[in-house]
């Protein structure tokens, strides 16, 4: 589906309205793009449904592309076709490597497919140091040899092989890359420490269905332990899959009804995934209902009254199922028209306040403590400005703070917010809100 947001550059709103109505959840985006890496291990045509439009999930088609894929799209259906038969190139091209840190997920997959990978640093939103030591280990423990210089990373491996893997820090992408090298490694793979984050599980079930034997138990989210049994190349086969919904997204949109007030229903919503999320929303004076009418898994919030909502003291971010980095900016935004006093510790990330400076010009009252905090005290009102998208989620945050200010804001540079937002103001517009987007 074309969205007009395509060639927009600038988000401008009216605040102060309450918003009313149904939006439905895009597919996610961080499902979205490892199963699509995981596309190009199967030697055969995987059909995958739900796929969110968005520019990142355009930037892994050009790289899936790169490899020899051939990819098929019919974009009003979010559905795509993907024929990995010849995979035969394994040198990823730069300049879609820098535009987004996730293509670094196609080292694993391109390791298991044909051997070997060649590729630039990953780029991504600057939001702190984000290394890619834990992937290299991952990697290396499996077989790989792995050469870097200063810009390039060169792996390859005759074989690969099952290995026990301990991570100190469970990170999603690391994860992710091993899970991909070690499904047609030889014998038997266990990682210990795994992230938990529901895009793991959406992988491992990706993979299973396509012929993999992944094992993830009930107790997955107590243990961390996944076990992956080797299988040849040529026992994946093609699959039809449908992308879980986004839950950033979600959680974002009820982030903005907190701010701007109303009664918002989101279907399609990860709701057992939000939980964290809907507690805390519901500690700082919303209600939050959930339902599976008509199987459309509804996830209803009400601010009756937007003025009492108050601010809980503290919250950190931590990894799943705790209070999620990428909500981090929706709740800090909230938190500026909320009343009394918020500190948040930001574990995941370090520098994820850049928007800091664009709330404190819009009136909001927060206090940079050191790299991992900052002090919020609710105002009563924040005032329309011109501000400037620089990363993500950062960039959605903003279209909140202006959703809940007086006056016009405009929120400039939004190619960060179309990395994964696939249509805010159209979903927005369709809740109440007085939003456009602008064309220059
Ligand atoms: C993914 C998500 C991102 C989310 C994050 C945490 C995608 C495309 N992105 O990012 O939206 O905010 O999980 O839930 O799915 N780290 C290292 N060494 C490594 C890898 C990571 O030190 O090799 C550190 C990072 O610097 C960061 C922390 O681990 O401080 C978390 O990173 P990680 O879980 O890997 O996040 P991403 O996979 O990059």
Request: aromatic residues 6%; charged residues 25%; proline residues 3%.
């Amino acid at each position: 589906m074309a969205y007009d947001s395509e060639n927009a550059s600038s988000i401008c709103m009216e605040g102060g309205k309450q918003l009313e109505g149904t939006v439905r959840i895009q597919g996610s985006k961080n499902a979205a793009l490892p199963v699509l890496a995981a596309s190009i291990l199967i030697p055969d045509t995987c059909i995958l449904k739900n796929v969110p439009c968005i520019t990142d999930i355009g930037c892994m088609e050009n790289l899936l592309e790169s490899t020899g894929a051939v990819l098929e799209k019919r974009e009003e259906a979010h559905t795509l076709r993907i024929n990995a038969v010849n995979i035969k190139e394994y040198r990823l091209p730069a300049k879609y490597v820098s535009a987004m840190r996730s293509s670094v997920v196609l080292m694993g997959a391109l390791l298991g497919r044909i051997g070997e990978v060649l590729v630039d640093y990953p780029g991504g939103c600057v939001i702190g140091k984000r290394p890619i030591d834990l992937h290299l280990y991952g990697l290396e423990k499996l077989g790989a040899q792995i050469f870097t210089d200063k810009n390039r990373i060169h792996a390859y491996a005759d074989e690969l092989k099952g290995a026990q893997i301990s991570f100190p820090f469970p990170s999603v992408g690391a994860t992710q890359n091993t899970i991909l090298a070690a499904v047609t490694a030889y014998g038997t793979t266990v990682i210990k420490n795994a992230a938990r984050e529901p895009e793991i599980t959406a992988l491992c079930d990706f993979l299973n269905k396509a012929g993999a034997n992944i094992e993830i138990g009930h107790d997955f989210i107590e243990t961390g332990k996944i076990v992956i049994h080797g299988v040849e190349i040529s026992r994946l086969h093609g699959v039809t899959y449908e992308i879980i919904p986004d839950r950033i997204v979600a959680g974002t949109y009820l982030f903005a009804a907190l701010a701007a007030g109303g009664r918002v229903a989101l279907e399609n919503a990860p709701a057992t995934q939000l939980r964290s999320v809907c507690d805390l929303i519901e500690r700082m004076g919303g209600r939050i209902d959930s339902d599976k009418e008509n199987e459309k898994n509804r996830l209803l919030v009400c601010v009756d009254e937007p003025v009492n909502i108050r601010n809980v003291g503290f919250v950190e971010t931590d990894v799943y199922p705790a209070f999620p980095t990428d909500l981090q900016s929706p709740l800090l935004a909230c938190a500026c028209v909320s009343k009394g006093e918020l500190v948040i510790r930001e574990r995941i990330f370090s520098s994820r306040f850049r928007i800091v400076e664009e709330l404190v010009r819009m009136g909001a009252d927060i206090e940079i403590l050191d790299e991992e905090r900052v002090r919020v005290r609710g105002v009563e009102q924040l005032a329309g400005r011109t501000v400037i998208a620089r990363e993500l989620r950062g960039g959605a945050s903003l279209v909140i703070a202006g959703l809940a200010a007086s006056g016009i804001t405009t929120v400039k540079d939004i190619c960060y917010i179309k990395r994964g937002y696939q249509d805010i103001v159209g979903d927005l517009k369709g809740l109440g809100a007085r939003i456009e987007y602008v064309y220059s």
